[in-house]
């Protein structure tokens, strides 16, 4: 079966943010470029937060701090999210997804919310 898989989540505190990763299962992640997506609580829509592409360079959203940062592990088949400095305002489901086919994946979605 072809899927992305999320781990991490939970309840943090403000300013920590254990990295975030992705990975694929039944495909080989090394050929895709791999996005990150967050959906903050009430908002319309999901929130592009950058990708990551298959050599490696990571590009953000305009208006994305750079608290943010985007990786990959074409070995491991892995993409991560790693968020400096987390605040309240990050408290958000957060996705990944790549293009397959005709279609995307995503991955399952973790909340994380940020609270003292």
């Known amino acids: 079966q072809v899927q992305l898989v999320e781990s991490g989540g939970g309840s943090v505190h403000p300013g920590g943010f254990p990295r975030r990763s992705c990975a694929a299962s039944g495909f080989t992640l090394r050929n895709f470029d791999m996005s990150w997506y967050r959906q903050v609580p009430g908002g319309k829509e999901g929130e592009f937060l950058g990708?990551?592409?298959?050599?490696?360079?990571?590009t953000y959203a305009y208006g994305v701090e750079g608290r943010f940062t985007i990786t990959r592990d074409n070995a491991k088949s892995t993409t991560y999210l790693q968020i400096d400095n987390l605040k309240p305002e990050d408290t958000a489901v957060y996705s990944c997804?790549?293009?397959?086919?005709?279609?995307?994946?995503w991955g399952q979605g973790t909340q994380v919310t940020v609270s003292s």
């Open positions: 997804k790549t293009p397959f086919g005709f279609s995307s994946i």
């Open positions: 990708y990551v592409d298959k050599g490696g360079v990571a």
